[in-house]
């Protein structure tokens, strides 16, 4: 009952998510059947936010190798060219590589955006912790971050926010709008790490699932809205 009422919450919103377990399985089916990949030979990567709530978030983990992790706070992958190299020298033999990417934002049950209730928690909470955190400071229009190597993770994500700070903060749901701007900063990286790193791949095709994970109460199933599904061609860098 409880899950049907986050469905149609979660519905008002982001109307094309999906039940984060029909998600998985309904891209590896289409990395099978669609495009004949192996998936007992993919080597999973992450780019999502390190927060914990995201652990269980898909059932990708619990059958494709991996994951390799590039994503820290916001799902920006702080791994950079380095971690897409190491990723690529760490794919099977004959195998193929997939990506699965993105922010992630909290929903209660009364439909509010950036909240949602933890484990064994009686107060809600932000999700995702680092963008509202960014989204409160930008509401000083004095703020400006600056990199510090003790919070470098935070300091940047800001950073990589900021020119779009107005737009954010003029939106009719700034909580929305901040991850939808991170999901674009994100999908950005990852196809330019990919492009720069494309000759370290030994095999010939990586996937990409990149989209908005949603996060409900604890106990109950979160939701992804798919965003960009593409396997991309290393030789000839196009797109299947």
């Given at each position: 009952m409880l899950q049907r009422q986050f469905d149609r919450m979660v519905k008002l919103h982001?109307?094309?998510?999906?039940?984060?377990?029909?998600?998985?399985?309904?891209?590896l089916g289409k990395l099978q059947i669609d495009h004949g990949i192996d998936i007992?030979?993919?080597?999973?990567?992450?780019?999502?936010?390190s927060?914990?709530?995201?652990?269980?978030?898909?059932?990708?983990?619990?059958?494709?190798?991996g994951?390799?992790?590039?994503?820290?706070?916001?799902?920006?992958?702080?791994?950079?060219?380095?971690?897409?190299?190491?990723?690529?020298?760490?794919?099977?033999?004959?195998?193929s590589a997939f990506i699965f990417?993105?922010?992630?934002?909290?929903?209660?049950?009364?439909g509010e955006l950036?909240?949602?209730y933890r484990p064994r928690q009686e107060q809600t909470g932000n999700s995702c912790g680092a963008l509202m955190l960014a989204l409160s400071r930008f509401q000083n229009q004095d703020y400006e971050p600056v990199i510090d190597e003790d919070d470098y993770q935070q300091m940047k994500l800001e950073q990589s926010l900021l020119s779009y700070r107005d737009r954010i903060l003029k939106s009719d749901n700034p909580e929305k709008e901040i991850t939808e701007?991170?999901?674009?900063?994100?999908?950005?990286?990852?196809?330019?790490?990919?492009?720069?790193?494309?000759?370290?791949?030994?095999?010939?095709?990586?996937?990409?699932?990149?989209?908005?994970?949603?996060?409900?109460?604890?106990?109950?199933?979160?939701?992804f809205?798919?965003?960009?599904?593409?396997?991309?061609?290393?030789?000839s860098q196009e797109f299947a």
């Open positions: 982001y109307p094309n998510a999906m039940d984060a377990k029909d998600t998985s399985i309904h891209y007992s030979r993919v080597l999973m990567a992450t780019s999502v936010c927060d914990d709530i995201n652990v269980p978030s898909t059932t990708f983990f619990n059958v494709l190798f994951p390799f992790i590039m994503g820290g706070l916001g799902g920006l992958p702080f791994a950079g060219q380095t971690g897409m190299t190491a990723f690529a020298h760490h794919i099977p033999d004959d195998g990417y993105g922010p992630h934002i909290g929903i209660t049950m009364y950036g909240k949602m701007t991170t999901y674009d900063i994100i999908n950005k990286k990852i196809h330019e790490h990919i492009a720069s790193c494309s000759d370290e791949f030994q095999v010939e095709r990586v996937a990409l699932l990149g989209g908005i994970i949603i996060n409900t109460d604890y106990g109950l199933d979160d939701y809205d798919a965003r960009n599904f593409e396997v991309i061609e290393l030789k």
